[in-house]
């Protein structure tokens, strides 16, 4: 297998394969590299497996800027003239309970067992980097004929229990490359969803892998609409009210750029109470208080009306004058200051009103005095 690096990355990867034979260590490409290389797919980020203790590995080398490190997981962050390299150790984990962070058992293992514990066959694909240009696939789980199938399948019949996040990660290939979810891999995610066990969930990371699904505007509305058609937000909770026409709806409406924060708010968020409003002060008042995504996620679920008043017509608008300006025009510091205030801002929400400019406000006041 030949992989196109850039002559200079080229240079760095064999030196490390070089510099890793020395220290007694294997090192290998997995999981989204290779499956990006396999598919004709330029890899982005480099991210390399060593198949013992990275953070000693690298420590000994002296043309690495280190730039973190997390010991727990046996990864390290770096910087190799200038090219950003993350490096991990393989690692054997297990879930104490469904949903919840894995817990590493044993770091440095043999690649074959890091590459059991992922999420799917075309995940699990390793490269060894022999140095000399050349790499040893290592394809235990078939992962090269699931990709040429467009196959989406897990290692292990427990794997979406161990973690529901690899259904929300296969939507994101499947909705990404136009591939699709085995038969048996139908069959355990609608089993599991039948009775998801949530106790120990990390909804956090459901929160990112949602947020990595709905990141894209393009797939965005197809991902949000499987994900409610397919029922997968039972991941999370039992039962919502959740409709794709009528976030999409409010998304436009309210001129949201950023698809995928609004998407989780609307999934997650509770709706919040609106008092009885009743004068377009009052509303303006009130939905000031709230970000346009959390607006725009209130009408979403509540069709309120008012919601889509204040973003549309009264938002913009804002006072020119100030206190001081009362100040000088004879008010005296206190009550009467902020009720005057109010008294023009309502005359500027009204409907057609004439106050747009500074001098307008000023002269509202000097006509409609409450001194
Ligand atoms: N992985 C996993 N289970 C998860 C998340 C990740 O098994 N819940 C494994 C997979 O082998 C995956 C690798 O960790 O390939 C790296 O994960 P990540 O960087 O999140 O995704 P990629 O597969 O690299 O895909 P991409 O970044 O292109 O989305």
Not at 152 to 163: A, E, F, T
Not at 307 to 314: H, P, Q, R
Request: net charge negative; proline share 2%; hydrophobic share 40%.
């Amino acid at each position: 297998m030949e992989i196109k690096f850039s002559e200079k990355t080229d240079k760095i990867i064999k030196n490390l394969a070089l510099e890793a034979k020395n220290f007694g260590v294997k090192i290998y490409f997995v999981g989204g590299l290779v499956r990006d290389v396999i598919m004709g797919i330029e890899p982005l980020d480099i991210d390399i497996l060593v198949a013992g203790n990275a953070i000693n590995f690298i420590s000994s080398l002296n043309f690495v800027d280190i730039k973190s490190i997390h010991k727990d997981f046996g990864t390290i962050k770096t910087q190799i003239e200038g090219l950003e390299i993350d490096f991990a150790s393989t690692r054997k984990e297990i879930y104490p309970h469904s949903g919840c962070l894995p817990q590493v058992t044993e770091l440095g293992c043999p690649i074959e067992d890091d590459l059991i514990r992922r999420d799917f066959t075309i995940n699990a694909i390793a490269l060894e980097i022999l140095g000399d240009g050349n790499y040893r696939l290592i394809d235990r789980f078939s992962g090269c004929s699931d990709i040429k199938n467009k196959t989406l399948k897990v290692l292990h019949k427990n794997s979406y229990i161990d973690d529901p996040t690899r259904i929300l990660r296969g939507l994101d290939f499947k909705l990404r490359f136009n591939f699709n979810f085995s038969d048996i891999d139908k069959d355990l995610i609608n089993e599991y969803l039948k009775n998801p066990s949530r106790e120990g969930l990390s909804v956090d990371r459901v929160v990112l892998t949602l947020n990595k699904l709905f990141s894209s505007n393009l797939r965005a509305k197809e991902a949000f609409g499987e994900f409610v058609d397919k029922k997968y937000y039972r991941i999370l909770f039992d039962y919502k009210d959740l409709s794709c026409e009528k976030i999409f709806d409010a998304i436009e409406k309210f001129k949201i750029e950023d698809y995928s924060k609004v998407l989780i708010k609307y999934i997650l968020d509770e709706l919040f109470d609106v008092p009885e409003l009743k004068t377009r002060l009052e509303i303006y008042k009130h939905f000031r208080h709230y970000s346009d995504d959390e607006i725009c996620v209130y009408y979403a679920k509540s069709a309120d009306k008012r919601a889509l008043l204040y973003f549309s017509k009264l938002k913009g608008i804002k006072l020119e004058i100030k206190g001081s300006d009362l100040l000088n025009l004879g008010y005296k510091q206190g009550r009467e200051i902020g009720v005057m205030l109010d008294k023009v801002l309502e005359a500027k929400l009204a409907e057609n009103s004439s106050i747009t400019t500074y001098q307008d406000e000023l002269n509202f006041v000097r006509e409609n005095p409450i001194l």
